[in-house]
């Protein structure tokens, strides 16, 4: 997966594989910070959050949440279990999509104190009041139901994960022509 930056691409299209040719198809492509300059590309690749229940935690993200288990290994050694969950397939193994959530189990740990630094992670759905009743459907805790944000007209919501982190739901905006 390449990214481009800086000058005209095609405006995505939804679910049409025709090609773009009308000027108005097209959009504008910011300029990489200078900091991101081809010696230096970045991409986010996972967050780690530290499960208290590795089973429980991969239950809720990939039936509450519907992301799919990407990978799943134990460090005996170490005594500790990493998996990956995610939207998008790896290939070959490999990370090729969309950033990913590691699940760390630390063995004999069953608890851990959050802080007051931990925010969320944000997810985009197409309808955040269908995505609260599907969480709730599957056995998710909804602590937000989906409402324009204080002083602002996004539609957002909030569940929580088995270990308290928060999930946001941020409904897609519709472009209006």
Not at 61 to 83: C, E, I, N
Request: with cysteine.
């Amino acid at each position: 997966m390449q990214r481009i930056y800086g000058g005209t691409v095609p405006a995505p299209a939804s679910n049409t594989l025709n090609t773009p040719t009308e000027p108005s198809a097209f959009r504008t492509v910011p300029e990489r910070p200078p900091i991101l300059q081809p010696e230096l590309p970045m991409r986010i690749l996972h967050t780690m959050l530290r499960v208290g229940d590795l089973d429980r935690s991969l239950d809720f993200y990939t039936k509450v949440l519907g992301m799919k288990l990407l990978s799943r290994q134990d460090y005996p050694d170490g005594k500790f279990t990493l998996a990956f969950v995610g939207f998008d397939d790896r290939v070959d193994g490999k990370q090729v999509g969309d950033a990913e959530i590691e699940l760390t189990h630390n063995w004999g740990v069953d608890k851990y104190e959050l802080g007051s630094a931990y925010g969320h992670i944000a997810l985009q759905v197409d309808d955040a009041y269908q995505a609260c009743e599907l969480a709730k459907q599957r056995g998710g805790k909804v602590t937000r139901e989906a409402g324009p944000m204080k002083h602002g007209t996004t539609v957002i919501a909030f569940v929580e994960d088995p270990d308290g982190y928060k999930i946001e739901f941020i409904q897609k905006k519709v472009v209006s022509d």
